[in-house]
């Protein structure tokens, strides 16, 4: 059964602790994405990998990192440096289509993790 | 201004009824043109896309786009119920192969029976 999951769905961070969120595919996919998403202000992207061991920062990286060190996984970390951390976070996949014009590609996102700091 | 922009609403409609949602954009390079649908407390779907101008049908849902006016719509005909969640638009473009997706805010739409 190919798609992407995301854990936990719920999580529950103190004030000043790390916490890391889980993101595996198995769709085969090369590129993988994390987004944040606040009400009333649609999707942001945190980082974005193209390729394994290598990841580039979004629109809101600032006080969180990734790794990618298989194809499958992207974990992100939320550090205790993010100001504000509550929020529904998103992980995405994509796989460019062969032949197809180069933005032919079409992102896949999983259920979520909301995260809650106490 | 946001590079791309999306009435929030909520919008309420009767079954049945047909539905226009709606993106503005400000990037003339945008050329990829995707529809998400996103129930409450899940990760969004994709609906359809398009590439470049013109329109799209698949079902009771039909992708427009209006190149020349920066605006994309989604109409959706004889509304039902299962129909209700927040639909958010994206789009990129241009020169760049990074796949970096621009999303509106969404519109929560609310199809009563």
């Known amino acids: 059964d190919g798609g992407i999951t995301q854990s936990p769905k719920y999580l529950f961070r103190k004030e000043g602790q790390n916490v890391t969120l889980s993101c595996e595919q198995n769709l085969n996919h090369d590129a993988m994405y994390w987004y944040r998403q606040d009400p009333g202000q649609g999707l942001r992207l945190i980082y974005y990998s193209q390729i394994v061991n290598d990841f580039q920062k979004g629109d809101i990286a600032e006080g969180y990192s990734v790794s990618r060190e298989k194809k499958e996984s992207f974990p992100l970390t939320v550090t205790s440096a993010q100001k504000n951390p509550t929020a529904f976070y998103l992980c995405?996949?994509?796989?460019?289509?062969?032949?197809?014009?180069?933005?032919?590609?079409?992102?896949?996102f999983g259920p979520g993790t909301r995260l809650t700091v106490l | 201004q946001k590079e791309v922009e999306q009435d929030p609403g909520p919008l309420s409609v009767p079954e049945g009824a047909i539905v226009s949602l709606n993106c503005t954009y400000s990037?003339?390079?945008?050329?990829?043109f995707m529809w998400y649908r996103q129930y409450s407390r899940k990760g969004p779907e994709l609906l359809m896309y398009?590439?470049?101008?013109g329109n799209k049908e698949d079902g009771r849902f039909t992708a427009q786009v209006d190149k020349s006016s920066k605006y994309i719509s989604l109409f959706i005909r004889d509304s039902q119920p299962s129909d209700s969640a927040t639909y958010l638009c994206?789009?990129?473009?241009?020169?760049?192969?990074?796949?970096?997706?621009?999303f509106g805010q969404g519109t929560t739409l609310q199809v009563k029976p």
């Open positions: 994206a789009m990129k473009g241009g020169s760049s192969n990074t796949g970096k997706l621009i």
């Open positions: 398009t590439y470049s101008s």
């Open positions: 995405a996949s994509s796989m460019k289509l062969a032949g197809a014009p180069p933005h032919m590609d079409t992102q896949y």
């Open positions: 990037n003339s390079a945008f050329q990829y």
